[in-house]
């Protein structure tokens, strides 16, 4: 499989708990980015990484959240404290370089914090 | 104003018939357009890209005005299987580095 992948599908962890989630991009494409969606809207940007370098970063990231790629390949998005507010799919995304290409989509982490 | 506008939904059709969705955004540098669609609990996938000069796949077309700063999708002869929640996408800077998504309109096709 070629496609983006992301690990876990499924995750239910304890409000306060840290959690990790880890996502492999499409092989050649240098960008990646992470969304989070709840039910009933579209997906919000959290942030994007071209190669190793991490060059924005939302609002919505809060210090509880952080990203890393650290070889510029696979990304890990680590929220600690876990709140019940956190519970939604995030979505990962790769995308190779210029201005009119489209993003290819993971199958998402959803996270349910109880 | 929020980046990218989409109509509210849901639309309900019947098979067959034809639907347009508009979408609109607020950055006038926005360099590239996307129609995205997702099925229930699904990631998104890529629908079409959008073009200035307009571009038609199949039953779909979309249209992009630059000086109104409006997108539009319209869908012929509808299936059912065409039912799902279509999400309109800007780039919002020069750089192509930002997709911002708009809330998505979800379109049911009934028998």
């Known amino acids: 499989d070629t496609g983006v992948s992301q690990n876990p599908r499924h995750k239910i962890t304890k409000r306060g708990q840290n959690v990790t989630f880890r996502c492999d991009p499409i092989?050649?494409?240098?960008?990646l980015y992470w969304y989070r969606q709840t039910l009933g809207q579209g997906p919000e940007f959290l942030t994007y990484?071209?190669?190793?370098?991490?060059?924005?970063k939302s609002r919505l990231l809060s210090d509880r959240f952080s990203a890393e790629r650290p070889k510029g390949s696979f990304s890990t998005l680590e929220i600690q404290r876990t709140e019940q507010g956190d519970s939604a799919m995030y979505l990962c995304?790769?995308?190779?370089?210029?201005?009119?290409?489209?993003?290819?989509f993971g199958q998402g982490t959803r996270l349910t914090v109880v | 104003r929020k980046e990218v506008e989409q109509d509210p939904g849901p639309f309900n059709v019947p098979e067959g018939a034809t639907v347009a969705f508009n979408c609109t955004y607020s950055?006038?540098?926005?360099?590239?357009f996307f129609w995205y669609r997702q099925d229930c609990r699904k990631e998104p996938k890529l629908l079409m890209s959008?073009?200035?000069s307009g571009n038609e796949d199949g039953r779909f077309t979309a249209q992009l005005n630059r000086a109104s700063q409006y997108i539009s999708l319209l869908i012929r002869d509808s299936k059912l299987s065409d039912s799902a929640t279509y999400l309109c996408?800007?780039?919002?800077?020069?750089?192509?580095?930002?997709?911002?998504f708009g809330p998505g309109t979800r379109l049911s096709v009934l028998p």
């Open positions: 995304a790769s995308s190779p370089g210029g201005v009119n290409t489209e993003a290819f």
């Open positions: 092989s050649e494409h240098n960008r």
């Open positions: 990484f071209q190669n190793e370098a991490q060059l924005e």
């Open positions: 950055n006038s540098a926005s360099q590239s």
């Open positions: 959008v073009y200035s």
């Open positions: 996408v800007v780039n919002m800077n020069n750089y192509g580095q930002n997709f911002v």
